[in-house]
C-alpha cells in the first residue's frame, strides 16, 4: 500500500491529487462554478420536434434547451441494433417516437458550450464503484480494459449468476476484478435502488425537474480512485470527512477505515509539495533527472512531445547516453499525461536510435508505464521518421485549459511582436491616416518599450516622418497598453 489520495476543499473548489511512492501521478480539480452536469438525470419536456435535423429540443429546466438527436434515443438504438438486422427495415424516424409537450426521462452526456445547449441521451446509465447500471437494457458487458478473454467470460458468468430476473444490464468496471460475491451483489441493490427512488421522483415531480445528480469530486474520490494500494485518503475539511464517512458507511464501506482528517499546521498540498507540481505541470519544459529534459506543447488537434538530452553525459558513450535519456523520458511522459490529463492524439519524439534493440526496450517502458494509466491508451511502433504515435482517451478537460486561459498579449499564439515591428506599424498608419485626414498633430500611445525605440533607435525615422506628413508627431506612454497594442490620436 504505498498510494495516498489528497483531498483539498474549499468552498470554491475541490482539488485531488493522487500520489504514489511519493510523486503526485494524478491532479483532479472542480469548481463549484464551473460544475458540469454531465451524468445528470432529468425529467424534461420536449419543446419542439425537428423531422429535418431528425433531432429534438428538449427543456430540462436550464437557461437553454438541450438537444436531443434521434441517435441518442434508447428506442431507436435498441431497433437499429435488433430490428434492422432482421428485416432490413430502417429504424422510426425522430417525429414517430417523440412530440412536442412529451414528459421524458433523459441523462446528460455532453455539457452546454457557448451557444449550444446541453446534449442529452435517453440511454440511462448509472455508475458504481465495480458496474454500471443500464437499466433499460438486459446486456451484460465488460470493461474494454479487462483484456482478457477468460477472465472476461468468468467475470460475465459470475454476474450473470447473482443477478435476479429483470433487474436491466450492467457493464462490469475493473474495480469488479479483485471483488467478492457479496461485493457484487451490493453494487447491484445500489444501484437498482438508486434507480427505483429516481422512477419515484418522476411520478411526483412536474417537467423540467432534476432528479439524479452526479456524484461530488470528493465522493467520486472514494466510488473510482481507491484501489488496493491506496494507504489512506486524507482529507483538510471536517465537513468533507464527515460526508464522505457517510457516503462510504452505505457504499464503500471497504474504505472507510482509509479516511483521515488532515490536521497539521501546513496546507495539505503544501506539505505533500502538490502545489509546485502543479506550476511545473502547466509549464512546457519538463527537466529529467539524469539532466536531459522534455518540451511538451499541446494544440487543438494533438500534443507533441519533445525528447532532449540537454547536459547528460553520464554513460560511456553518445548512443548509451541517449538510450538512457529516452528510457527516463518514457516514465515522465506517462506521468505527465496523467498528470496534465492529455487526451486525443499525442505524437512523441524520442532522441533517434539506431538499434532495434533499444527502440523495443523503450517502447515497452512506455507501455510499462502507461499501464497505471486510468484512461484507455494505445500505442503504435516507431514510424518512418522515428516518431511514436498514440492515443489516450478524453475524460475530462485538461489541467492547462481548466486553470489557464489565452495570453491577453499574445491572444494564445504563444508570441508577441518585437517593439520594431510595432514601431513600423505605427509608422506605416501615420503615413495612411494623413492621406485621409488633416490633423493638427498626431500623438502616439504605445507601451514603453515602443516609446522608447521612437525616442532612441528610431528617433531618426520619426524625425523624417514627421517632416513627410508635414505634421507634428508627439509620443505618449501608456503603461497599461501590451507591448502589440497602440493608438493613434489625431488632434
Not at 1 to 27: C, D, S
Not at 133 to 148: C, T, Y
Not at 255 to 280: A, C, S, V, W
Not at 401 to 414: I, R, T, V, Y
Request: charged share 25%.
Amino acid at each position: 500500500m504505498n498510494e495516498q489520495i489528497l483531498v483539498n476543499v474549499t468552498p470554491q473548489e475541490t482539488r485531488v491529487a493522487v500520489v504514489h511512492h511519493g510523486a503526485v501521478q494524478e491532479l483532479h480539480i472542480e469548481r463549484t462554478s464551473t460544475r458540469g452536469i454531465v451524468g445528470n438525470v432529468y425529467l424534461g419536456k420536449v419543446v419542439r420536434v425537428l423531422p429535418g435535423m431528425q433531432s429534438a429540443f428538449v427543456d430540462i429546466g436550464l437557461e437553454r434547451a438541450a438537444f436531443l438527436h434521434v441517435a441518442d434515443l434508447w428506442e431507436h438504438r435498441t431497433y437499429n441494433h435488433h430490428q434492422s438486422k432482421q428485416n432490413g427495415n430502417p429504424p422510426p424516424a425522430i417525429e414517430k417516437m417523440v412530440f412536442e409537450g412529451q414528459t421524458i426521462i433523459v441523462q446528460v452526456s455532453k455539457d452546454p458550450l457557448g451557444t449550444k445547449g446541453a446534449r442529452l441521451t435517453t440511454q440511462i446509465s448509472l455508475a458504481g464503484r465495480m458496474l454500471v447500471h443500464l437499466p433499460q437494457d438486459p446486456h451484460i458487458g465488460v470493461s474494454q480494459r479487462i483484456e482478457n478473454e477468460g477472465e472476461r467470460e468468468e467475470l460475465r458468468a459470475k454476474l450473470t449468476r447473482l443477478l435476479p430476473e429483470n433487474t436491466g444490464g450492467f457493464i462490469i468496471r475493473t474495480h469488479a476484478e479483485e471483488a467478492n460475491d457479496d461485493e457484487l451483489t451490493a453494487d447491484v441493490n445500489y444501484l437498482r435502488t438508486r434507480w427505483r427512488e429516481m422512477l419515484e421522483l418522476t411520478r411526483s415531480k412536474p417537467a423540467p425537474s432534476l432528479i439524479y445528480e452526479d456524484l461530488t469530486m470528493a465522493q467520486r474520490v472514494v466510488r473510482d480512485l481507491v484501489s488496493t494500494e491506496t494507504q489512506a485518503i486524507l482529507i483538510d475539511s471536517k465537513e468533507t470527512l464527515k460526508n464522505l464517512l457517510t457516503f462510504a458507511e452505505t457504499y464503500a464501506h471497504e474504505t472507510k477505515d482509509r479516511l483521515q482528517l488532515h490536521q497539521g499546521e501546513r496546507p495539505l498540498f503544501e506539505l505533500y509539495n502538490i502545489e509546485d507540481e502543479l506550476q511545473k505541470a502547466l509549464g512546457r519544459r519538463v527537466d529529467l533527472k539524469s539532466g536531459g529534459y522534455v518540451i511538451i506543447d499541446q494544440t487543438e488537434a494533438l500534443t507533441t512531445i519533445d525528447v532532449n538530452t540537454g547536459g547528460y553525459i553520464g554513460a560511456r558513450n553518445f548512443e548509451e547516453t541517449i538510450f538512457k535519456t529516452n528510457l527516463e523520458a518514457a516514465h515522465s511522459i506517462a506521468r505527465q499525461l496523467r498528470l496534465r490529463n492529455l487526451g486525443g492524439i499525442i505524437v512523441i519524439d524520442f532522441i533517434d536510435m539506431s538499434t532495434e534493440e533499444h527502440k523495443k526496450a523503450v517502447l515497452a517502458e512506455l507501455q510499462k508505464a502507461l499501464d497505471r494509466d486510468r484512461a484507455r491508451t494505445s500505442v503504435t511502433e516507431f514510424s518512418a521518421l522515428g516518431l511514436v504515435e498514440m492515443t489516450r482517451k478524453r475524460t475530462r478537460e485538461s489541467l492547462a485549459h481548466l486553470l489557464c486561459e489565452p495570453c491577453p498579449s499574445c491572444q494564445g499564439k504563444g508570441q508577441v511582436k518585437t517593439a520594431q515591428t510595432v514601431a513600423y506599424e505605427i509608422m506605416r498608419e501615420i503615413v495612411r491616416e494623413s492621406r485621409q485626414f488633416n490633423p493638427k498633430e498626431f500623438r502616439i500611445l504605445a507601451s514603453p518599450a515602443v516609446i522608447d525605440l521612437f525616442l532612441e533607435e528610431e528617433a531618426q525615422h520619426l524625425g523624417m516622418l514627421e517632416e513627410f506628413v508635414g505634421k507634428p508627431i508627439t509620443l505618449q506612454v501608456d503603461n497599461l497598453f501590451v507591448q502589440e497594442h497602440y493608438d493613434i490620436i489625431l488632434t
